[in-house]
């Protein structure tokens, strides 16, 4: 059962915007950050509230912002400014807050974790969903790489694969992705063609890794959002 978490999310760019919807669509109160007030207005249906803020230039109205709210995680996805990632990282460990901050590369994420970064991530498209993913549940998950190119990986089973069984899913022909294990209610599931999937079962799943995006955007599903703020 996934806990109801207050999270803070600085950067609303492409990675960013994909962590705000894998957090909304799993139901927690997410409060955006970003310089532009037009990527605030793109995720205004699924946050709480917001602020138009420079924390480069502003730290003192972030380390307002985190003072006066009581966050459960935050995620910092600034992008190029590697600056403002540094010091929204620091202030955000200054108030006891865990972080997962996005990194363009290996030698930043190094120094971002020597910060006291939580969680680095390094960008590829749609891992902001995998970040929800992992924000949402207690235990996190984690990807084994293989050679090759391919992966094992966990991951929750969403309201697109809910109700289904493996053999209407059809991953391995529709994604070259393939369920080796299901867990449900916390008991392992040797799945066969006619195992259903129930929405938060945790699949174990083997494939090419250039193959999650489609299978975990199947998976996920579309859904449809309310206009206006909750």
């Known amino acids: 059962m ?12 492409r990675f960013g915007r994909g962590v705000i919807e894998g957090l909304y669509d799993r139901g927690h109160d997410i409060f955006a950050i970003d310089i532009n007030e037009e990527n605030l207005e793109d995720v205004r249906d699924m946050i709480v509230s917001g602020a138009i803020l420079d924390v480069g230039d502003d ?6 912002i985190v003072g006066e709210k009581n966050f459960d995680e935050a995620v910092v996805a600034l992008g190029a400014d590697f600056e403002g990632a540094l010091i929204a990282t620091s202030i955000l460990k200054d108030a006891g807050v865990p972080v997962s901050v996005k990194a363009p590369n290996q030698r930043r994420g190094n120094v971002l974790q020597k910060m006291g970064a939580d969680r ?3 960008p590829e498209r749609d891992m902001g969903r995998r970040l929800a993913h992992v924000i949402s549940t207690e235990a996190e998950i984690d990807m084994l790489e293989l050679p090759q190119g391919f992966v094992v990986e966990q991951l929750e089973v969403g309201p697109g694969f809910a109700g289904k069984t493996l053999e209407k899913l059809n991953t391995s022909n529709r994604f070259g992705i393939w369920i080796m294990l299901v867990y449900q209610g916390n008991e392992p599931v040797q799945p066969t063609a006619t195992t259903r999937l129930n929405e938060g079962d945790i699949m ?3 494939g090419r890794k250039t ?3 489609k299978f975990e955007d199947a998976n996920f599903g579309k859904k449809k959002r309310t206009v206006g703020k909750r």
């Not at 730290?59 to 307002?64: H, K, N, P, S, T």
Request: charged content about 25%; hydrophobic content about 55%; aromatic content about 8%.
């Open 2 to 13: 996934t806990v109801k978490k207050s999270i803070l999310v600085i950067g609303v760019g």
């Open 59 to 64: 730290d003192d109205e972030l380390v307002r």
């Open 120 to 122: 680095i991530v390094f």
């Open 204 to 206: 174990v799943i083997f």
């Open 211 to 213: 193959k999650l995006n």
